[in-house]
């Protein structure tokens, strides 16, 4: 009985068989096991759009798919693919030397199975297996491999990050919700984990935002809120988490609808600017959330161009009017 291969190019020496050359296959097949176990090897595939077949050397040591890691190098001008005979059943490390933006995918040489593509910035590396699990269409299953790089843009999904550093050799402890701390300038890391009060942080006093120990907040500057024009209908819409400051020039008699949007709380203040169109007299008649003294809702002014301003805090479930001014000249 002659002697078989397996799909790595290992001889498989049968009873009676190469009389005299044992001792050289058997070597040749220890150094293929080597290869298999932790060889490297180089593969270029430079050139334009192509495949490249990796095939197996029976009995013969060098075979590139017989090699643990696969380089790939080489100056490409279209997309690449690489191949591996159906049986081949293993795991490799990939890894893209290429130069040029094109696309490089690792298969099985026929079939339907997965297979794994460097996308045509993916200058990395990966780790592959190459499952020979069906006759017909194999699949080739991938995850990442390596670290994260210092250089170029990094992409990180669902991973966690122990004691990260940002910009310094500080560890940020904060939560997320404390990173939005809102002080206007680029702030340390240091800086970073004191944003919640509880804690008394460091913050120098060129920031926007500071506080101090008795939990004074001190903002340098103007708070602005953009005035957001509403949509003039029948019933007017107020979304006051997006527009909390709002006009709108009523050309008609209208009704304004409860505030709408996500997460008003207590304490939330309100305007609106309500603007006569050229002809004036037009009336609003406000939903019944909207809470004025003696439950008597004002008079507008009815001179057409004017302006009448109408400031609320909300307390939980109303709007309390905190002030109005009416028959203001807007220009």
């Excluded at 298969?107 to 993916?122: L, Q």
């Excluded at 995850?143 to 560890?171: D, H, M, R």
């Excluded at 406000?286 to 009448?308: C, I, Q």
């Amino acid at each position: 009985m002659a002697s078989t291969y397996t799909p790595l190019g290992v001889e498989l020496q049968a009873t009676g068989e190469n009389a005299g050359t044992w001792g050289t296959k058997t070597n040749t097949n220890l150094q293929i096991f080597e290869q298999i176990v932790g060889g490297f090897s180089a593969q270029s595939i430079a050139g334009g759009a192509q495949t490249t077949a990796l095939s197996v050397s029976d009995g013969a040591t060098g075979a590139v798919l017989s090699h643990r890691m696969i380089e790939f190098t080489g100056s490409i001008t279209g997309n690449q693919i690489v191949t591996i005979p159906l049986d081949v059943q293993t795991f490799y490390y990939l890894r893209n030397s290429t130069s040029g933006a094109y696309t490089v995918q690792f298969k099985y040489t026929s079939g339907s199975g997965d297979s794994f593509t460097f996308s045509a910035t993916d200058k990395g590396d990966t780790v592959v297996f190459a499952t020979a699990n069906d006759g017909t269409n194999p699949d080739i299953y991938s995850l990442p491999a390596g670290n994260v790089t210092t250089a170029g843009t990094q992409t990180l999904t669902n991973k966690t990050l122990t004691s990260p550093k940002i910009n310094e050799n500080v560890a940020v402890t904060s939560t997320a919700t404390e990173l939005n701390i809102l002080d206007g300038v680029t702030a340390t890391a240091a800086e970073l984990n004191y944003s919640d009060l509880a804690t008394l942080g460091t913050s120098a006093a060129s920031k926007v935002l500071t506080a101090n120990a008795n939990n004074l907040t001190t903002i340098s500057g103007a708070v602005l809120n953009t005035e957001d024009t509403l949509t003039d209908q029948a019933t007017i819409a107020w979304d006051v988490i997006a527009s909390p400051v709002a006009k709108v020039t009523l050309a008609g008699n209208r009704t304004m609808a409860a505030p709408s949007g996500t997460g008003p709380a207590a304490g939330q203040f309100i305007s609106l600017l309500a603007i006569q169109d050229g002809t004036g007299s037009r009336t609003i008649t406000w939903n019944a959330v909207y809470e004025f003294p003696s439950d008597t809702a004002p008079t507008l002014t009815t001179t057409a161009n004017l302006g009448d301003i109408f400031s609320f805090r909300y307390n939980g479930a109303k709007w309390l009017l905190i002030g109005q001014t009416l028959a203001l000249t807007l220009s």
